[in-house]
């Protein structure tokens, strides 16, 4: 191989390696609205939204 290309590929390796680095911060504002009960966290989908067996579901999409 030529040197160019391998140095380039060394370097291109390093960047990548480095790119993942980061510092995280130890507290993140909520997402919330002053005075509003934050929504985080919750389960996906909302249970209470999904059709119950055997009933139709609400979307009006009905599968076969």
Do not use: W
Request: net charge positive.
């Amino acid at each position: 191989m030529n040197r160019s290309v391998t140095v380039t590929i060394i370097a291109l390796a390093g960047a990548l390696a480095l790119a993942g680095c980061g510092k995280k911060p130890k507290f993140v504002d909520s997402p919330a609205p002053e005075g509003q009960v934050d929504p985080f966290p919750h389960t996906y989908p909302n249970p209470s939204l999904d059709p119950k067996p055997g009933k139709p579901a609400g979307s009006g999409v009905q599968f076969p």
